[in-house]
């Protein structure tokens, strides 16, 4: 318990992650894959902030001389962060908007019933 | 500093595109073209340099690897000109064949997709080569869908769901390095490899390659090939089996060779490539209908063939799995844009309707199948150079169980060319269509696929040509030592 209570982020991170997947993989309207989707970026982006987190550090801002290195939390993964987001905000859009024209097409939104190309 | 150039030029002009459509929509048309002219004779020029010295450049002015940098080896250049090349060629055929749709966005979509795949092939930092794989797959996803179709879409839809898990993985992959590290730079995580935790260490390799695999097809994860590259116009199929999947297969050697020292591995590399290699094989003979499914199946083949020489691990090995790649690229976007006119000129996919076709457009037609006996590997093309390679190489090492995995590799060979002598047997030995309005080709179609055809023919018959910069570019990929010496300096 203790081991899971220090590894809070981690553990947080992990289950984002596998909602997201579960959501992708068992769902079959294409809106709540999309949300899925996003969950397990959402996931990834949260274990990424968590490898670059020190207990007790604050923001990577030099404004007070005081403050030692060691207590500054670690900026990369959050510059990674940020990009990752701003990826993940693009395909969210073209994943919309392409199930928007996606319904156009067939009129529904089930994956069971979009079924035009073969395998 | 002329490297970042190739990254440069074509995002600029890829944003230059929507700009000039105010002014002149004939003029944005062309921008591509110039844009990727300029990228290939500044990357042939760099070819002196780059064979005596690797150049690194490190962006922001910190020493590497404080900083981003891009990595210029032969095995980048290498890709970067063919990347170029295709990219040239496939936007100079696009300018009369993509008809309808927001045309001005294709333009900035093709270029955005070969910036990111140039900037795949030369960055030496792992979320930079992230970053560009993302810019390559959005813009994949978008061409996919560029003819807003029911297959389109569906396609698109699919490639998209797949694609951005395997970029979710990747992301998770170097979050744990980072973890692992505290660093993003290729050569720096290599040079501390070894004192790692393997479990760790398996895990995100386990994940960068299921990510990138993603990418190129290997057998698991190649669901969405075939229905993207035969929805989507033709001049999209031939970059996104002429030029995205192999940057995806160079990722996953550059993992795999580089960053990661797996040589534990390299055996289940080979037999997943050999895998890979059989199922796309046989599903593409199964395919009887519809000619560009076809095209696909074979691609995953081939991929299939790329990753089993890479799989074996030695230079040799490399070299053919390189020189596949390369014969690859050429062949199979020649095919891709020959068959786009085809269908556009029989209004069907379908292979019974191409019966006769020979007569008709005679040029299309020849080129077409210099590419399909480049493929299989007959002499004098290419293919026969690159899969002579890779039983070569697979039979220097002296295994055999290698002896029996070139057995099976030949056997899909057989397959392959029983599959394309049918299309061969379609266009000139049948006939009983009524194709008597069928047109040739215009110029702008035929110019690019006979210099690939030309191409192609020269690489099979002076293969001294390219195997100078394709044995650097193998050397650079295997001795990761010289790689990290490069990038961080003397240790």
Redesign the interface.
């Known amino acids: 318990m203790e081991a899971l209570y220090s590894n809070m982020y981690y553990v947080g991170a992990g289950a984002l ?1 596998l909602v ?2 579960y959501i ?1 993989l068992v769902k079959s309207n ?1 809106i709540k ?1 999309i949300i899925g ?1 996003h969950l ?2 959402t996931g ?1 982006n949260v ?2 902030v968590a ?2 987190y020190i207990k007790g550090g604050t923001a990577p801002i030099f404004t007070r001389t005081s403050l030692a290195p060691t207590q500054f939390v ?1 900026p ?2 959050q510059a ?1 962060v940020l ?2 987001i701003v ?1 993940g905000v ?2 969210l859009a ?2 919309l908007s ?2 928007v ?2 319904y156009e ?2 009129g529904t939104l089930d994956v069971r019933k ?1 079924k ?2 073969k ?1 | 500093m002329v490297a970042p150039l190739l990254i440069a030029i074509p995002f600029l002009a890829a944003f230059a595109v929507p700009l000039f459509s105010l002014i002149s929509k004939r003029i944005s048309y062309y921008i591509p073209a110039l844009a990727l002219f300029a990228n290939l004779v500044i990357s042939l020029v760099l070819i002196p340099r780059v064979m005596s010295e690797t150049i690194v450049v490190s962006i922001g002015g910190f020493p590497p690897p404080f900083c981003i940098n891009l990595v210029v080896g032969p095995v980048g250049l290498l890709l970067a000109i063919i990347i170029s090349l295709i990219g040239l060629l496939v936007s100079i055929y696009g300018v009369n064949y993509i008809k309808e749709g927001p045309k001005d966005k294709y333009h900035m979509l093709l270029l955005a997709l070969l910036a990111g795949a140039t900037g795949m092939v030369l960055t030496g930092d792992i979320f930079n080569l992230f970053v560009f794989f993302e810019i390559l797959s959005l813009a994949s996803y978008a061409l996919t869908a560029y003819n807003r179709d029911r297959a389109g879409t569906e396609a698109a839809i699919k490639y998209l769901i797949q694609g951005s898990i395997g970029s979710a993985f990747i992301l998770i992959g170097i979050a744990f390095l980072y973890g692992m590290f505290g660093t993003l730079s290729m050569a720096d995580i290599a040079s501390k490899v070894g004192g790692a935790d393997p479990g760790f260490l398996f895990v995100s390799l386990a994940l960068l390659i299921t990510g990138f695999g993603i990418e190129a097809a290997i057998f698991p994860l190649n669901a969405w090939l075939p229905d993207a590259h035969s929805s989507a116009p033709s001049s999209v199929s031939a970059i996104l089996s002429g030029i995205a999947i192999e940057t995806g297969a160079y990722a996953v050697a550059r993992i795999l060779y580089t960053v990661f020292d797996s040589d534990g591995i390299m055996l289940l590399i080979a037999v997943v490539g050999l895998i890979t290699l059989l199922i796309g094989e046989m599903s593409a003979f199964r395919q009887r209908e519809d000619i560009k499914r076809l095209l696909a199946y074979s691609s995953i083949g081939q991929m299939g063939l790329i990753l089993f020489a890479f799989g074996i691990a030695t230079r040799a090995g490399v070299f053919a799995a390189l020189f596949q790649l390369l014969n690859h690229m050429l062949a199979k976007s020649l095919l891709f844009l020959a068959v786009g006119y085809m269908i556009y000129r029989v209004g069907s996919k379908k292979l019974s309707a191409f019966s006769g076709l020979g007569k008709r457009m005679p040029v299309s037609s020849f080129v077409a199948t210099i590419a399909v006996f480049s493929l299989v590997g007959l002499p004098p093309f290419a293919g026969f150079m690159s899969k002579f390679s890779v039983v070569r190489a697979a039979l220097a090492l002296k295994d055999p169980m290698f002896l029996w995995f070139v057995v099976l590799m030949l056997i899909a060979t057989v397959i392959e060319a029983g599959y394309f002598f049918r299309i061969i047997q379609n266009l000139f030995f049948k006939s009983g269509n009524s194709l008597e309005e069928v047109k040739e080709a215009p110029l702008s179609c035929l110019v690019p696929i006979s210099v690939l055809a030309a191409l192609i023919l020269i690489i099979g018959v002076y293969p001294q040509l390219v195997s100078g910069i394709l044995d650097a570019a193998a050397q650079g990929l295997v001795e990761r030592t010289a790689y990290i010496q490069y990038v961080l300096g003397v240790p």
Do not use: E, F, R, S
Request: glycine share 12%; charged share 10%.
């Open positions: 992650i997201g997947l992708i294409l894959v989707i397990l970026d990834v274990l990424l490898v670059g670690d990369i993964p990674l990009t990752a990826i693009g395909v073209l994943a392409i199930v024209k996606l097409n067939y979009i035009g190309l395998w």
